[in-house]
């Protein structure tokens, strides 16, 4: 299949929901990270997805809103602190977990009672989700177990040939994947994101729980998707909190091809072939780069400001587990 390069221009998002309501797949910007697109109501589109991402059958996938409207076919139970969550949140990254309407398709939730939603404050993603008029379920647009994409060339990376098509919506501006929220019983964060667990404690004034920490492969999850290795790329990541272990492990292990992601100023006598900056807007563009390069090697220099982003620390942490 030929993948159909798309432009943000109107007649291309209407021709990208045609698409979509005959049931092909779309990858999309969003301002987190590229969706792969299937209408809900197309459950073999659907199906589709699980199949060229090469997914887990259990991991539940995220219906997307352009409007509030649209949450009546996905649930019929919108608590007052659901309402107050998509007043401070809505549009932007933030997942909320509902309780699944009655009619919902399996398919949709992998079998959960519950159902992940979310509204994307990009207006590409807007605008397309306008036109189809429906809710499109959407996971990042990445092969799994790939880092997420963050331009439409990495989705291509990943799935060309094997969707209909990509919007070419420029780089995402927050980089990392939403904020997953549970609030089907006292509210979990179950992925951490840019919206922090203070953030929301501070709108609807309750503790929120978080997930983080209590990953246990073996153990039943309430998020199917935080027990798989992600955001990996293809040399090992070595995570490091110092600038002398960084030096240590360097002279231990003299890679060819090393790079070294930090924030941090690196004397030039050190034996680095590439240094990249550490943040979430180019953690994924910098793993999909050393992949490239072919780099044996990849250090993560910590500071104590990027060990305070509980957001970006988990994907770290997931991207150097083996
Ligand atoms: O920012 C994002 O959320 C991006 C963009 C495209 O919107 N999407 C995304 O989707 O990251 P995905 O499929 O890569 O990750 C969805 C996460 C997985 O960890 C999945 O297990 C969890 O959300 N999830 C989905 N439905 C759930 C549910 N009903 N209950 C608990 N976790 C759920
Ligand atoms: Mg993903």
Known sequence: MKTIRLSTSNSDIQQAAKLLCSGELVAFPTETVYGLGASI?????????????????????IAHISDRSQLSLLTDE???????????????????????HPTLSPVVT????TIAVR???????????AACRVPLVAPSANLSGHPSPTTA??????????IAAVIDGGTCTVGIESTVLDITQNPIILRPGII????????????????????????PVASPGMKYRHYAPNAPVVVLKSLPLLEEELQKNPYKQSMVITNQQLSPSLPVSFVRPLTEYD???????????????????????????????NRIEKASQT
């Open 78 to 100: 919108v608590s007052d602190m659901a309402h107050i969550l998509m007043d401070a949140f809505f549009p932007g990254p933030l997942t909320i977990v509902f309780p699944k």
């Open 119 to 129: 509204m994307p404050s990009h207006p590409v993603a807007h605008a397309l989700i």
């Open 41 to 61: 109501l197309q459950p073999q589109a659907i199906t589709a997805i699980y199949t060229v991402k090469g997914r887990a059958k259990d991991n539940p996938l």
């Open 196 to 219: 922090t667990k203070e953030e929301i404690e501070h709108v609807i004034k309750t503790p929120v729980a978080s997930i983080v920490g209590a990953i246990d492969t073996e153990a």
């Open 283 to 313: 953690l994924y563009a910098n793993f999909r780069e050393a992949n490239t390069l072919g780099v044996d090697r990849i250090y993560i220099l910590l500071d104590s400001d990027i060990q305070k982003h509980v957001g970006l620390m």
């Open 110 to 113: 992998s079998g959960l009672e």
């Open 153 to 162: 060339q990495h989705v291509l990376q990943d799935l060309d040939t094997r």
